[in-house]
């Protein structure tokens, strides 16, 4: 009977603690959003503008339809890409010349409200895969029972490379639920200088499976690579850890550094996001008993 009355005590008095509070947030400032991650394919490119909008906000973020986006290339070539009239900006390479000059620096020019902006990106080498594997394996502890997958390619030697791993299970991410999941490999590793040339680390191959729903027989894996800057793995680095930033020992969220500047060339804080030139290589295996 004491128990029940104790119990019956501890439910009133959290039920009384339950109370509805409203954070009234201060507006900030709206800011340029720009997702430009452009590639050497011959497929339509797409660059991305729009606008931060308030944290509560219930709807997406507004579109920006009514700006002037270029790229600019060898020998000062222009490549217009076109307004959709939802925030989606165009260039079709096959209309109108392919983005694909190895070890050039491109440059983003963006035109906002009569405001100019500018980043560069220098087009990298990206190495060809030379092969996916796959192996049936055991459930052990943290992975379940199936077939775990690699993929194989070198690193190039003598110079620094940064780049972006994607994969895909039946066409679709690998962790469509979690987007903070971003495979990035500085030369064919983690850490960069010992691995200069090598062939990328068993990490790495073995991250295009996901250990807790592994590949069936019949199932498609397939694997990117993405040439990218320094500046843009940096940025990949910080997203992955703001997006995994929670629990009790959290820091305060904060903007991730863009490489788009100023219209003189200066580093600014009025538009968010990065540009991106990559040359990609692909494969896929359907996965065989």
């Not at 729009?50 to 906000?57: E, G, H, I, N, P």
């Not at 990218?228 to 903007?255: H, M, R, W, Y």
């Amino acid at each position: 009977m004491k128990n029940l009355v104790y119990l019956l005590v501890l439910s009133i008095v959290f039920t009384a603690c339950e109370d509805v509070i409203d954070v009234d947030l201060d507006q900030g400032e709206s800011q340029l959003v720009v997702d430009a991650f452009v590639t050497s394919d011959s497929s339509i490119q797409y660059i991305r503008l729009t606008k931060s909008a308030d944290y509560f906000l219930n709807a997406p973020t507004p579109a920006v339809i009514d700006a002037q986006v270029r790229i600019v290339g060898p020998a000062n070539q222009v490549y217009t890409f076109v307004s959709n009239n939802n925030g989606d900006f165009t260039y079709n390479p096959v209309t109108n010349g392919p983005i694909d000059s190895i070890g050039f620096p491109y440059r983003l020019e963006i035109t906002y409200n009569n405001i100019p902006y500018q980043a560069t990106s220098t087009l990298n080498p990206v190495p060809p895969i030379d092969s996916i594997t796959s192996s049936f394996e055991e459930a052990e502890l943290g992975a379940e029972e199936g077939y775990y997958a690699q993929f194989w390619a070198r690193d190039f030697a003598g110079r620094e490379d940064f780049y972006w791993v994607k994969a895909y299970r039946n066409n679709l991410p690998l962790y469509p639920n979690d987007p903070s999941i971003i495979i990035l490999s500085q030369d064919a590793a983690f850490g960069g200088n010992a691995a200069d040339g090598f062939v990328f680390i068993l990490p790495l191959r073995a991250a295009i499976t996901d250990e807790e729903e592994p590949y069936i027989v019949g199932d498609t894996t397939s694997v990117e690579i993405f040439s990218i800057n320094k500046d843009v793995f940096e940025f990949l680095e910080q997203a992955s850890i703001q997006a995994n930033n929670g629990g009790l020992f959290s820091t305060p969220p904060a903007n991730i550094r863009s490489n788009i500047k100023d219209g003189a060339g200066n580093a600014q804080e009025e538009v968010l996001g990065v540009f991106s030139m990559s040359a990609v290589s692909r494969a896929s295996k359907i996965i065989e008993p």
